[in-house]
Antibody, heavy 115, light 107 residues
């Protein structure tokens, strides 16, 4: 069974940084592309970033480009999102999602950007 | 970026009703279209992939159709557990985009 467990969320001031982690189990992590998707309170889903299985291909949404960095460690079955220069509008639940004929999702971690 | 537009934004229906939700892409995406169900406080759940393929474990009352720019999700006979928000998502471009969601409420 695919399991994705996000961690690292919390309260951070505008301009601050946070690093999210996603621990994967139940599948061969190194064989799959992964994504981060977020959902602001009461809003819809917004794709944030994509990383291929070997980390050779990476994409970002325009809203986070230059501020967020996606990475992975296949030896540790883990996905990461380094978030810098955080803004109020980055407040959201952040989900990691496995890419395979549609997305399979973790339970999410809440990031709150507020002074 | 490819824009995805769902309609309606909200829908009231009764148990046993047949319901259809529409998703339109701003350009052709072949059949690179997925549907998700999300309940309050929970992560989205994949229902349909590649426009019409039912994800394992999803009840057969859910079906999807369409290609190119126009797609539909149909629930043949609404059950109480189906009241939720539904999202379409294009995977034609790796800059994935979602529809704005359709909230299905009990009439």
């Amino acid at each position: 069974e695919v399991q994705l467990v996000e961690s690292g969320g919390g309260l951070v001031q505008p301009g601050g940084s946070l690093r999210l982690s996603c621990a994967a189990s139940g599948f061969t992590f190194s064989s799959y592309s992964m994504n981060w998707v977020r959902q602001a309170p009461g809003k819809g889903l917004e794709w944030v970033s994509y990383i291929s299985s070997s980390s050779s291909t990476i994409y970002y949404a325009d809203s986070v480009k230059g501020r967020f960095t996606i990475s992975r460690d296949n030896a540790k079955n883990s996905l990461y999102l380094q978030m810098n220069s955080l803004r109020d509008e980055d407040t959201a639940v952040y989900y990691c999602a496995r890419d395979n004929l549609g997305l399979s999702w973790g339970q999410g971690t809440l990031v709150t950007v507020s002074s | 970026d490819i824009q995805m537009t769902q309609s309606p934004s909200s829908l009231s229906a009764s148990v046993g009703d047949r319901v259809t939700i529409t998703c339109r892409a701003s350009q052709s995406i072949s059949t690179y279209l997925n549907w998700y169900q999300q309940k309050p406080g929970k992560a989205p759940k994949l229902l349909i992939y590649a426009a019409s393929s039912l994800q394992s474990g999803v009840p057969s009352r859910f079906s999807g159709s369409g290609s190119g720019t126009d797609f539909t999700l149909t629930i043949s006979s609404l059950q109480p557990e189906d009241f939720a928000t539904y999202y379409c998502q294009q995977s034609y471009s790796t800059l994935y985009t979602f529809g704005q969601g359709t909230k299905l409420e009990i009439k």
